[in-house]
């Protein structure tokens, strides 16, 4: 299991690409800002296929519980804040399906983040 270190994602960092992602992609799912967290991770080579110096073993570490944790509460800063909302159309009005509700905060977010 990976520890959180140094190099890991802080909220800011998370907060920052959530926010970015919603920038580009106005209507997406909690899944897929979600993936945005771990393709980061993954770049950084804080998750994915390991090979232990002692072998050949390789194994996946997954995204960790603090991760989770830092993207959910991200989310639930966004939802309170009015920036986003759950739903997308008619057919998926709610989570995990989420909108842009306020887009002029977004843009105020995404310019303070850059």
């Not at 800011?12 to 771990?38: G, N, Q, Y």
């Not at 390991?50 to 390789?58: E, P, R």
């Not at 309170?80 to 843009?107: A, M, T, Y």
Request: charged share 25%; glycine share 4%.
């Amino acid at each position: 299991m990976r520890h959180h270190i140094e190099q890991d994602l802080s909220k800011e960092d998370i907060f920052r690409m959530i926010v970015k992602h919603l920038d580009v992609f106005p209507l997406t799912s909690i899944e897929a800002i979600r993936e945005v967290i771990r393709s980061s991770l993954n770049q950084r080579g804080l998750i994915g296929g390991i090979t232990k110096q002692t072998g050949a073993v390789t194994y996946n570490r997954k995204i960790s519980d603090q991760d989770i944790q830092l993207i959910n509460d991200c989310i639930c800063d966004l939802l309170n804040s009015r920036v986003i909302q759950p739903g997308i159309n008619e057919v998926n009005q709610e989570l995990p399906w989420i909108s842009v509700f306020d887009k002029e905060k977004l843009k105020a977010m995404v310019n303070s983040h850059s």
